[in-house]
């Protein structure tokens, strides 16, 4: 059974950054393609940002390139969310999660993957 645990949320000012983190359970994490969504209250949950298992490959939405950085760390089982430059707009839960249907390509939908973890606030104030 796949754990998923994020980390890091917290109050932040604009113009700040928060460092986000997801530790996973189960075997064979490195082949796992892994996303950040975020659900804001009213919103639908939307992709943020994601990188894949094999090959480290990355993809952002348009909203946060420039701004965000996913990493891993397969040794740790964990993978990353570097924030910076926050807006009031990024004010959301966020979650982790995970996939073993595509090593190789990103994928931004949320229905592409099975494991979810609990969510962390992050709030941005103005």
């Known amino acids: 059974q796949v754990q998923l645990v994020e980390s890091g949320g917290g109050l932040v000012q604009a113009g700040g950054s928060l460092r986000l983190s997801c530790s996973g359970s189960g075997r064979f994490f490195g082949r796992w393609t892994m996303g950040w969504f975020r659900q804001a209250p009213g919103k639908e949950r939307e992709f943020v940002a994601g990188?894949?298992?094999?090959?480290?490959?990355?993809y952002y939405a348009d909203s946060v390139k420039g701004r965000f950085t996913i990493s891993r760390d397969n040794n740790k089982n964990t993978v990353y969310l570097q924030m910076n430059s926050l807006e009031p707009e990024d004010t959301a839960v966020y979650y982790c999660a995970a996939t073993d249907r595509s090593p190789i390509a990103v994928l931004t939908t949320s229905g592409s993957y099975a494991y979810w973890g609990q969510g962390t606030q992050v709030t941005v104030s103005s």
């Open positions: 990188i894949s298992g094999l090959g480290g490959r990355t």
